[in-house]
C-alpha cells in the first residue's frame, strides 16, 4: 500500500470510529509504529486529525489556526492555484476575495490587472494590494472584528457585503466533505462568507488537497454551489471523480515540488 492510500485509510477510519491507535494501524497495515506515527504526524501538520497519546482522533472542528501559521503550510500548491486562479480575472472586474492564505497568494497575482475593483474581508489581501497595486485599482475593505486568521467578520462585514453586486467571489475555505461541502470552523467567518457568495455572480473556490476530508463547524455553501473548484494534483482520485460530478468545473493544477513538477 502506498503511503497515500495509507494515509487516506487511516483518515477514513477516524471520521468513522472517531479515533485510532498505533499499534493496532501498524498491524492492520503491516508496517512499523514508527510508519504509523510518521502518519499521524504528517496528517496533524495539515490540520485533518488531531495527535494523542498512542494514536490520533477527530481534529477540532472549531480549531482555527491563525494566519502565520497556515500561510507556511502547502506553500507550492498555494503558489500554483493561486497563478491558475488569476486567468480567471479580467480587467475592470469587481470581485471578492475572502479571508485566507490562498486568497492572499492570489493578491499577489491581481496587483498588475488593470482597473479592478476587490472586495474583502481579509486584512492581508488589503495591503498587499494597497502597497503593490496599480493607481488604477480600487480595493474596498469590509469593517468588522478581527478573527485569528485576520479576517473582519461580524454583523458590519455582513451589512457592507450585502449592498453589492459581484462578477466574482474567490473564497478559500478550511474544509470539503461530500456530506457538509464548504465549511470553516469559525461561525461568525462561515456567516459573512454566505454573505460573500450571494453577492457573487459567479463562484470560484480555492482549496489545496489538505482540504479534503476536513470539516468545520460552520457550513458555507453546497458543493454544488462552486461554479469553479480549483485545486492541485494530489487530490485523491475519488475525490476528483466525485468533485466533477458535483461543482461546475474542476481545475486541477500541477504543482512545482522538489524541482519538478509532480
Known amino acids: 500500500m502506498l503511503a497515500q492510500q495509507r494515509h487516506a485509510a487511516i483518515l477514513d477510519r477516524v471520521r468513522v470510529t472517531g479515533g485510532v491507535r498505533v499499534g493496532e494501524l501498524a498491524a492492520e497495515f503491516g508496517v512499523s509504529d514508527m510508519t504509523i506515527r ?64 490562498t486568497t492572499a497568494e492570489l493578491a499577489r497575482h491581481l496587483v498588475d490587472v488593470p482597473a479592478l475593483t476587490v472586495v474583502t474581508n481579509s486584512l492581508p489581501v488589503a495591503d498587499i494590494l494597497h502597497e503593490r497595486g496599480r493607481a488604477d485599482q480600487t480595493v474596498v475593505l469590509t469593517g468588522g472584528v478581527r478573527t485569528p486568521s485576520d479576517a473582519l467578520v461580524g ?26 461541502g464548504f465549511t470553516t470552523p469559525n461561525l461568525t467567518e462561515a456567516e459573512t462568507n454566505r454573505a460573500l457568495v450571494a453577492a457573487a455572480d459567479r463562484l470560484v473556490v480555492l482549496a489545496d488537497h489538505t482540504k479534503w476530508g476536513t470539516v468545520g463547524i460552520s457550513a458555507i ?29 474542476l481545475i486541477v493544477v500541477p504543482v512545482l515540488r522538489g524541482g519538478r513538477p509532480r
Not at 462585514?157 to 466533505?177: E, K, M, N, P, S
Open 155 to 180: 454583523p458590519l462585514t455582513v451589512g457592507a457585503v450585502r449592498a453589492l453586486h459581484l462578477d466574482q467571489l474567490f473564497l478559500g475555505v478550511h474544509g470539503i466533505t461530500e456530506r457538509t
Open 221 to 249: 455553501a453546497d458543493l454544488s454551489s462552486a461554479d469553479v473548484l480549483v485545486t492541485d494534483d494530489r487530490l485523491p482520485p475519488e475525490a476528483r471523480r466525485l468533485l466533477t460530478d458535483r461543482v461546475g468545473e
Open 38 to 101: 510518521r502518519d499521524l504526524d504528517l496528517l496533524h501538520e495539515r490540520g485533518l486529525l488531531a495527535k494523542v497519546h498512542g494514536g490520533a482522533t477527530v481534529a477540532g472542528a472549531t480549531d482555527e489556526p491563525g494566519f502565520q501559521a497556515k500561510s507556511v503550510r502547502q506553500q507550492a500548491e498555494k503558489a500554483a492555484i493561486a497563478a491558475r486562479a488569476a486567468q480567471l480575472v479580467r480587467p475592470g472586474a469587481a470581485i471578492a476575495l475572502s479571508a485566507g492564505t
